[in-house]
């Protein structure tokens, strides 16, 4: 049986209490830990515990965010129902009501937080990559927003539902994340039509048949799949069709475009 350790009034250490037989332990003052030390301690210890309650409240909000996305985009904002997001994370709707306040207020933050990973998986890469040609930066540019339409086909149909619905969140949405996209968008195409590399048409033109042939694929991925038996979901299916739109817009038909942009 082994000893069970507590410090008893007056004693100098612990008191080790065990098969009916006790010892006292005393220590030498110098192997006693400072007061600065025992403080420097217990703040390493309550650092610790701060630190993983914030990572597992930036981990429920993460969630939460998520699964209103698909809430959300499966919905429509109207329908959706906040206590079925609380359901889909695992969590409460008091804990949703803690962290968002309101549905409105949740459906924002879900946005900001689709249009962050936007930015993130797509947007910054391409930026990233300032030495390769236009051509090439219009190729990386279609294959990651392909992929990432892929993996998030919640985005777009948020972005249908909230064009269908109109109203102040629609507009809230194009103020404060798609104008500032689409602009930096047409600036890339409008060098790649001066470039002769894409066909010279109006450039909202350009933009929407841009994003609509990436996206619908993945929003009708189910009756695709039903209807010609074709997965768009593989990442064989993504790459290709990424290649498939490069090679429509560049006017490129037995394969990869291999012009060079003018010196």
Avoid at 45 to 54: C, D, E, I, K, T
Avoid at 151 to 165: G, L, Q, W
Avoid at 176 to 186: D, P
Avoid at 208 to 217: F, H, R
Wanted: glycine share 8%.
């Amino acid at each position: 049986m082994s000893g069970l350790s507590c410090i008893l009034p007056g004693d100098h250490g612990p008191r080790l209490i065990g098969q009916g037989m006790e010892s006292i332990i005393h220590k030498q003052p110098s192997d006693a830990p400072t007061a600065s030390e025992r403080a420097a301690k217990q703040g390493e210890a309550s650092g610790g515990r701060r630190r993983l309650s914030q990572a597992r409240a930036e981990a429920t909000r993460s969630r939460i965010l998520h699964c209103a996305r698909q809430v959300f985009a499966a919905h429509g904002f109207a329908a959706a129902n906040v206590r079925d997001i609380a359901r889909a994370a695992g969590t409460t709707h008091s804990m949703i009501t803690y962290h968002f306040g309101s549905k409105d207020e949740l459906w924002r933050e879900a946005v900001r937080d689709m249009f962050a990973l936007l930015q993130r998986q797509v947007i910054d890469p391409v930026e990233a990559e300032a030495e390769l040609d236009f051509e090439q930066r219009f190729r990386k540019l279609v294959h990651l927003y392909t992929r990432y339409s892929a993996e998030h086909p919640e985005h777009a149909r948020i972005t249908v539902s909230e064009t269908i619905a109109g109203g102040e969140r629609l507009e809230w949405m194009v103020r404060e994340f798609v104008s500032a996209n689409q602009a930096a968008t047409t600036g890339n195409l409008t060098q790649l039509v001066d470039r002769g590399l894409v066909p010279d048409m109006p450039l909202p033109s350009l933009l929407y048949a841009m994003v609509g042939m990436i996206q619908l694929p993945f929003m009708l991925q189910k009756e695709a799949q039903l209807a010609m038996g074709y997965d768009f979901m593989t990442d064989e299916a993504v790459e290709a069709h990424a290649e498939a739109v490069v090679r429509l817009l560049t006017g490129s038909v037995h394969g990869p475009a291999t012009r060079k942009s003018p010196s």
